[in-house]
């Protein structure tokens, strides 16, 4: 038998990383920053990112593709507030691949963006294993969820080029430890820059959004 | 070619299903309970059953088997308080799946057991589709998390045979709109209890107890 008719199936993870490459090189061509956001359900990445459109609005040219298991809840809040808005729905898979970034990327007005912000499924094991071809992964933890989760989780915090505690204006009702928590993040990840973050009084958020919009 | 010389491999949920129904049937041989409980990082599970520990210790017998993906820290933290714990490492899986579920059953004192206690890893998204041999899934939602989750991650709240509402002292503090999280669990599932719970002040505790110790 010739091998010309033996088919050659590529291993799905083989597969992802020809998209995150060819993203990659798209963003690269067009000159436009991509980060991945990842964190638990509910710890606070869309009111983030409504957040950062307010300072961002009218200074950075950006679009936000938005990864949910169901639903488009997370694209409907972003989409008032007048900015390029998709929703990437996994139906059912508790992550994003790179094939449907890269699907959504290619649809945007690209001659008029600086700045891509995914984000991911909420949950913080699946996603930290997918390279969607983003210039950085962001870790988000928030305070209510206990101080012991970089070393839980080490996968996420290991990748992640930079590392967000939300929730902080939460401190004063809760038995978190901030200092602990830092230590445990320097275990698995020294390097990244750490930005101790309130949606609710924007603490920490100039620093954030300086960091998000260098990145690349 | 005989059939004898074909190897069948069975799907992997196949194989799953096949453990979930061997720790069933253990289960109702030794008339044990059993409940798998589901949520996302830092919902307040461990602590959830350092409380249940104390309420049920001499009165139901009882064991814990603890996921995670890594470390062993949640069973240290059990492990302390006297009672049968063994920790189940996932190495990098994002759920537990019954294979390895009915090993650590096994290797428990059966005779002397009344209740096992599953705490899946952390995640809302992907331990909600894999059948353990439970008598019932529990999803566990903070208050934290916001009050639309049993809409984004409807499986979970689809398949519980009990919701628990965690870290409600918290809520003074937050925007978290309780009946509207009511009426979304409601839409997914409007058949099991729910209970409303904070590890922190006990409210809520007695009744959720009283409904685990009786399932079946």
Redesign the interface.
């Known amino acids: 038998m010739s091998t010309q008719n033996i088919k050659v199936y590529q291993d799905l993870m083989g597969e992802n990383e020809k998209w995150a490459a060819a993203t990659r090189s798209l963003l690269k061509e067009k000159n436009i920053a991509m980060i991945n956001i990842i964190g638990?359900?509910?710890?606070g990445k869309t009111t983030l990112i409504e957040n950062m459109v307010t300072r961002l609005h009218g200074k950075t040219k950006f679009a936000v593709l938005e990864g949910?298991?169901?639903?488009t809840?997370?694209a409907e809040r972003l989409d008032v507030l007048g900015i390029q808005v998709s929703q990437l729905l996994t139906k059912?898979a508790?992550h994003l691949e790179a094939k449907l970034v890269n699907h959504a990327l290619c649809d945007l007005d690209l001659d008029n963006l600086d700045l891509v912000i995914v984000e991911n499924?909420?949950?913080?094991?699946?996603p930290a294993e997918f390279d969607v071809g983003e210039h950085a992964k962001v870790a988000v933890l928030?305070v209510?969820?206990?101080e012991?989760?970089p070393?839980?989780?080490?996968?996420l915090f290991r990748l992640a080029g930079a590392i967000l505690l939300t929730?902080i204006d939460?401190l004063p009702?809760?038995t978190f430890d901030i200092d602990a928590c830092v230590d445990f993040v320097k275990q698995v990840n020294a390097v990244p820059p750490l930005f101790k973050l309130s949606s609710v009084n924007g603490t920490g958020m100039d620093d954030w959004v300086e960091w998000a919009i260098s990145v690349r």
């Open positions: 638990s359900p509910g710890c949910d298991v169901e639903t809840r997370d059912g508790c499924v909420g949950n913080m094991v699946c928030s209510t969820e206990g012991d989760k070393l839980k989780y080490p996968l929730k939460l009702h809760l």
